[in-house]
DNA sequence: CAAATAACTGACTAATGGGTCTGTTTTTCG
DNA sequence: CGAAAAACAGACCCATTAGTCAGTTATTTG
């Protein structure tokens, strides 16, 4: 455990622009010497430290991705105010950071599930495990809202996630093209319009 | 115009071996070895009849790719019958499709679109046609929805669309993983959920 | 301070990539 | 049939790839 500073920290760094380099270009059409490159590291840096370029990804995934969906997507609900409105400010915030991304390339996770579907099992368990977390986070905040009254009873919270995940993902590659920013306020103006489908009605009295 | 019957027939089962691995494992990562092993066929085949690599995916994109979309997702919406039940019967119609592939890859067109943004301009101009395409299919659908009578007259039809795509790319890519089947079930339940929120109440009477 | 170990260099390998080119086979057509 | 054109074969080129390895420099530690 003992990993000496300098050591973590040239990982770190060969990790950071991994990650970067790995989103903006996909994971096959980026290179080994790419990362390097952009570092002034060599070739016996980078394999001294992982084992491949495999191996790199998946601390990649373990040590950056997860701790940015969890930041982005999974903490913000976890909170026990009104759930629609924490989910509505978190996607809010979410798509806001996309906008202002001058260079968007999408969903990162999204992104490497669709690279990596069908061509990499041991990376895929990796993935679908983050997208699992985000969907009982999600469930879990639906059924606090059914129980706290705010939400129909009614409904499927199941259904409710897996259609808001759906929706996430897309928009998000929706907005990799012109107009990110109408088409992120069009999104979030459907999105209260569906829940207001699904919250329980403020009988007038 | 009078282009060869042994011309046609070689650039066509080029095009749908390559279509097909394009869809497996991403463009970048196929090679045109990798097609012509498939095929049995010499690269001097294919730069008999292509230009490029390139030119070969834009050929793909104007000659089946484009077809595919139209024939599962524009053509259904575009009759005179309820708008909404078009809608939700173009959609389920295209999962139940994908549920019964045995191997699936997700949706197409997003796919294609998160692997060459930000890389290849010429490819997304594309791309981001037929979305567009897509796009105004399902605006002037909602639109004449509207002036039927079946929506209320107050919904934005341009967020409805973008709403409706968002969630279309989103589930493709949430199918890909373990029990597409349910997460179908469950995404048509919520689309269900949410038209009932744009259409127009039947005032009981 | 020295020896050991950690951190790194960069030349090298074998495979694969897109693309070219010379030549052979097949088809068309007068 | 026979010549011209179309369709194709496959060896070759050069750049790039993930990964190796023997050697060098930096850092710890006794």
Redesign the interface.
């Known amino acids: 455990m003992e990993k000496s500073l300098k050591r973590m920290t040239t990982m770190n760094r060969m990790q950071v622009t991994g990650l970067e380099l790995f989103y ?3 994971y ?2 980026t290179s080994v010497d790419d990362i390097l490159k952009e570092l002034s590291l060599s070739k016996g840096a980078f394999y001294y430290h992982f084992d491949s370029k495999e191996d790199f990804f998946v601390q990649i995934i373990q040590n950056l991705l997860v701790r940015k969906i969890y930041s982005s997507l999974i903490e913000p609900i976890e909170g026990h105010e009104h759930t629609l409105d924490l989910i509505i400010n978190c996607f809010e915030d979410a798509l806001e950071t996309a906008v202002h991304n001058e ?1 968007d ?2 969903f990162l996770l ?2 490497f ?3 990596f ?3 990499n099992e041991e990376v895929m368990k990796h993935l ?1 495990e983050i ?1 699992r977390i985000w969907e009982v986070t999600l469930v879990s905040a639906i059924q606090r809202g059914k129980f706290n009254g705010h939400i129909d009873r009614h ?2 919270a ?3 996630a ?2 808001l ?7 998000r ?2 907005m ?3 107009t990110p920013s109408a ?1 992120k306020y ?2 979030m ?3 209260r ?2 829940f ?3 919250e329980v009605k403020q009988s007038s009295f």
């Open positions: 903006k270009n996909g096959y059409n260079m390339y999408g999204s992104n599930i669709n690279e579907n069908g061509r679908n997208l409904v499927d199941e259904g409710v897996v259609y995940m759906s929706s996430y993902i897309g928009i590659t929706l990799v093209e012109n088409r069009r999104f103006s459907q999105l319009q569906y207001k489908s699904i």
